[in-house]
């Protein structure tokens, strides 16, 4: 089983920038692809980011694309999402989940049913 831990959560104001990280630990092996989801106030769980171990593919939602940038540190079992030009509806419980997907496609990377090994999450809160 694989663990990870979030951080980087913080309130920042609206045009800001975040950086959270994910760190894996336990069977990293059995981790193919590395999810960012999050839970905004009044709605389900959604996979906003995701990152292949192996080949390095990447997926974004259309809610994030073009403002967030998901990497991999040095180790593969590092992984951050750079936030940047933040809304006050990206305010929400960010947290970090394996997939197991070839690729990171985006029905593999959205499909949160195919989740698993959730992190306890990291709240980000975007208010003036």
């Known amino acids: 089983q694989v663990q990870f831990v979030e951080s980087g959560g913080a309130l920042v104001q609206p045009g800001g920038s975040l950086r959270l990280s994910c760190v894996a630990s336990?069977?990293?092996?059995?981790?193919?692809?590395i999810v960012w989801a999050r839970q905004v106030p009044g709605k389900d769980r959604e996979g906003v980011s995701c990152?292949?171990?192996?080949?390095?593919?990447?997926y974004y939602s259309d809610s994030v694309k073009g403002r967030f940038v998901i990497s991999r540190g040095n180790a593969k079992t590092t992984v951050f999402l750079h936030m940047n030009s933040l809304k006050p509806e990206d305010t929400g419980v960010y947290y970090c989940?394996?997939?197991?997907?070839?690729?990171?496609?985006?029905?593999?990377?959205?499909?949160?049913?195919?989740?698993?090994?959730w992190g306890q999450g990291t709240q980000v809160t975007v208010s003036a």
């Open positions: 336990g069977s990293t092996s059995d981790v193919f692809v």
């Open positions: 990152v292949s171990v192996y080949d390095g593919t990447k």
């Open positions: 989940a394996a997939v197991q997907a070839p690729s990171a496609s985006e029905y593999h990377c959205t499909s949160t049913g195919l989740f698993h090994s």
